[in-house]
């Protein structure tokens, strides 16, 4: 590439488009960050139901292991349970793979990445999934029973959106979570927005361009997503008295 | 005790035992009776608890004051608050720590007459950087934590204290900060256990605490799953002791009534 050495382009140069600008690095690497936090989300998000409706309403096994998977998650740092997951979950999906006949694959990174950060997630999701359900009043819940529902009718039609307002700002926190999570993937050398960032400014030197820009970048996804989750809540609130009276 | 032990539950226990012992006798220990991976342990555990306790001191010492300065601050000192507390829980902390490391690190050595002074050689390693950044991570969540501590203290208490003739600085210290420090109490316990999770991001800038350590063993043996156990079930036991350490705490201090 003719590109002059880094330390002669100005800040403006360096973070733009082209063969000497790192600006499409950036902005692919914010583009991973975010599929992966929404990957990690959603299914998160199902592991949280499926916990949170197996931690109240499951029977006695269902209970505690629902129970010793939350509790061992929320003990163990985010970035050890990375790790483990990281070499341990194709090393089973190979031993599956094996024992039933076919060839070992390799797994993407992505998936893997996705996977190991929504099982962390589900722990925490099932928490605030339960809390909601909890604060649901039990009345609805019985009346639906009296009217003769059945269980899945009642989760769907009054479960759900009475719960809905009261998870909203435990899951807001836990969406805050995941994008910022997705940093610690760099770690293991996946090329997110934290990691772009890392390899733009060693090479250039130039890391009071980079690493405010990556800042204002992370900082643009969370003040989003709070307005967002806000206007939900909000949404999700309608119809409710104002408890400020 | 008859309510835990209940049918099921003794066949977890047998199969969670039965996979310890599974554990045991299947993978490979022998790296654990080396006594220089031992000392490197327990020099990493120490690592980690001395960073916990530390940054969540300075940080809640730090947090005080912006809390301070977002609830009764000028405009000047309310906004600075506000952005650094919405920067610092905005941006992953691990960006946080080598934006300090990396990009500060490589900053001061070009400042003339920085590595004649003084404060080079603590400014060469790399520890400073990390509790800098751990610091301020529990700065700028703690400050939002305490900006709620001190609006929920009852005005009625300030007004009453004002009526008494006391000075700003004595209703701060006797009246204000005490209720307000009382009623986050509760919270710091989980705090410090976030806080604990998050040290082992410093090990990306060479300080060599459990996660590290577990990591150069892992290097050293070619060992894969057996040191993370042990890095998991480290964490889980300090996790343990600070969570027991906060309930005695807890309990000692006098309940608020109503």
Same mark, same amino acid.
């Given at each position: 590439?003719?590109?002059?050495?880094?330390?002669?382009?100005?800040?403006?140069?360096?973070?733009?488009?082209?063969?000497?600008?790192?600006?499409?690095?950036?902005?692919?690497?914010?583009?991973?960050?975010?599929?992966?936090?929404?990957?990690?989300?959603?299914?998160?998000?199902?592991?949280?139901?499926?916990?949170?409706?197996?931690?109240?309403?499951?029977?006695?096994?269902?209970?505690?292991?629902?129970?010793?998977?939350?509790?061992?998650?929320?003990?163990?740092?985010?970035?050890?349970?990375?790790?483990?997951?990281?070499?341990?979950?194709?090393?089973?999906?190979?031993?599956?793979?094996?024992?039933?006949?076919?060839?070992?694959?390799?797994?993407?990174?992505?998936?893997?990445?996705?996977?190991?950060?929504?099982?962390?997630?589900?722990?925490?999701?099932?928490?605030?999934?339960?809390?909601?359900?909890?604060?649901?009043?039990?009345?609805?819940?019985?009346?639906?029973?009296?009217?003769? &529902?059945?269980?899945?009718?009642?989760?769907?039609?009054?479960?759900?959106?009475?719960?809905?307002?009261?998870? &909203?700002?435990?899951?807001?926190?836990?969406?805050?979570?995941?994008?910022?999570?997705?940093?610690?993937?760099?770690?293991?050398?996946?090329?997110?927005?934290?990691?772009?960032?890392?390899?733009?400014?060693?090479?250039?030197?130039?890391?009071?361009?980079?690493?405010?820009?990556?800042?204002?970048?992370?900082?643009?996804?969370?003040?989003?997503?709070?307005?967002?989750?806000?206007?939900?809540?909000?949404?999700?609130?309608?119809?409710?008295?104002?408890?400020?009276? | 005790?008859?309510?835990?032990?209940?049918?099921?539950?003794?066949?977890?226990?047998?199969?969670?035992?039965?996979?310890?012992?599974?554990?045991?006798?299947?993978?490979?220990?022998?790296?654990?009776?080396?006594?220089?991976?031992?000392?490197?342990?327990?020099?990493?555990?120490?690592?980690?608890?001395?960073?916990?306790?530390?940054?969540?001191?300075?940080?809640? +010492?730090?947090?005080?004051?912006?809390?301070?300065?977002?609830?009764?601050?000028?405009?000047?000192?309310?906004?600075?608050?506000?952005?650094?507390?919405?920067?610092?829980?905005?941006?992953?902390?691990?960006?946080?720590?080598?934006?300090?490391?990396?990009?500060? $690190?490589?900053?001061?050595?070009?400042?003339? $007459?920085?590595?004649?002074?003084?404060?080079?050689?603590?400014?060469?390693?790399?520890?400073?950087?990390?509790?800098?950044?751990?610091?301020?991570?529990?700065?700028?969540?703690?400050?939002?934590?305490?900006?709620?501590?001190?609006?929920?203290?009852?005005?009625?208490?300030?007004?009453?204290?004002?009526?008494?003739?006391?000075?700003?600085?004595?209703?701060?210290?006797?009246?204000?900060?005490?209720?307000? +420090?009382?009623?986050?109490?509760?919270?710091? $316990?989980?705090?410090?256990?976030?806080?604990?999770?998050?040290?082992?991001?410093?090990?990306?800038?060479?300080?060599?605490?459990?996660?590290?350590?577990?990591?150069?063993?892992?290097?050293?043996?070619?060992?894969?799953?057996?040191?993370?156990?042990?890095?998991? +079930?480290?964490?889980?036991?300090?996790?343990?002791?600070?969570?027991?350490?906060?309930?005695?705490?807890?309990?000692?201090?006098?309940?608020?009534?109503?």
């Amino acid at each position: 590439m003719a590109c002059p050495p880094a330390s002669q382009l100005s800040s403006f140069e360096l973070l733009g488009f082209g063969a000497c600008g790192w600006g499409d690095t950036l902005l692919l690497g914010l583009g991973n960050s975010i599929m992966i936090a929404l990957g990690a989300y959603a299914l998160g998000f199902l592991i949280g139901i499926f916990g949170a409706f197996g931690k109240l309403y499951g029977g006695p096994v269902t209970r505690d292991l629902t129970a010793i998977y939350t509790t061992l998650v929320r003990a163990v740092p985010e970035l050890v349970l990375i790790l483990i997951l990281y070499y341990a979950v194709p090393g089973a999906v190979n031993e599956v793979l094996v024992s039933l006949g076919r060839e070992r694959i390799i797994l993407p990174q992505f998936i893997t990445g996705v996977a190991v950060l929504a099982f962390v997630q589900g722990a925490y999701q099932t928490e605030v999934l339960r809390g909601a359900i909890l604060a649901v009043p039990q009345g609805q819940i019985e009346a639906a029973r009296a009217m003769g &529902m059945s269980n899945l009718l009642i989760a769907r039609r009054i479960i759900f959106p009475l719960m809905t307002a009261n998870a &909203m700002p435990g899951l807001g926190n836990l969406w805050l979570n995941a994008t910022k999570d997705t940093a610690l993937l760099a770690v293991i050398g996946f090329s997110e927005l934290t990691k772009a960032t890392f390899q733009a400014s060693a090479t250039t030197k130039a890391f009071f361009t980079f690493y405010p820009a990556a800042m204002a970048l992370y900082l643009m996804v969370s003040l989003t997503s709070i307005y967002a989750f806000g206007r939900i809540e909000a949404w999700a609130r309608t119809g409710q008295r104002d408890v400020r009276g | 005790m008859r309510a835990f032990l209940q049918p099921h539950r003794i066949v977890m226990i047998l199969i969670a035992v039965a996979l310890v012992a599974v554990c045991v006798t299947q993978m490979r220990w022998d790296w654990l009776a080396n006594p220089k991976y031992q000392s490197l342990l327990v020099q990493g555990v120490w690592r980690s608890v001395w960073l916990t306790a530390v940054t969540m001191c300075i940080g809640m +010492v730090l947090a005080i004051p912006i809390g301070l300065a977002q609830v009764v601050g000028p405009w000047y000192l309310a906004i600075p608050a506000r952005l650094f507390c919405t920067v610092i829980r905005g941006t992953p902390l691990l960006m946080q720590i080598w934006v300090l490391y990396y990009g500060l $690190g490589s900053l001061f050595p070009s400042i003339p $007459g920085i590595r004649d002074s003084v404060l080079w050689p603590i400014l060469r390693q790399a520890w400073p950087y990390a509790v800098v950044a751990l610091s301020l991570s529990v700065a700028g969540y703690e400050g939002e934590v305490m900006r709620g501590a001190l609006k929920g203290v009852p005005h009625g208490q300030l007004e009453a204290a004002k009526s008494m003739g006391m000075s700003r600085f004595t209703i701060l210290r006797r009246i204000w900060l005490p209720q307000a +420090v009382q009623r986050v109490l509760p919270t710091i $316990g989980g705090e410090t256990v976030l806080q604990l999770k998050s040290t082992p991001l410093v090990s990306t800038i060479t300080i060599m605490e459990t996660y590290a350590v577990a990591g150069r063993i892992r290097q050293d043996t070619f060992i894969i799953y057996e040191p993370l156990l042990v890095l998991a +079930v480290i964490y889980m036991m300090i996790t343990g002791v600070i969570v027991l350490a906060f309930r005695w705490f807890e309990n000692r201090l006098p309940q608020r009534t109503a």
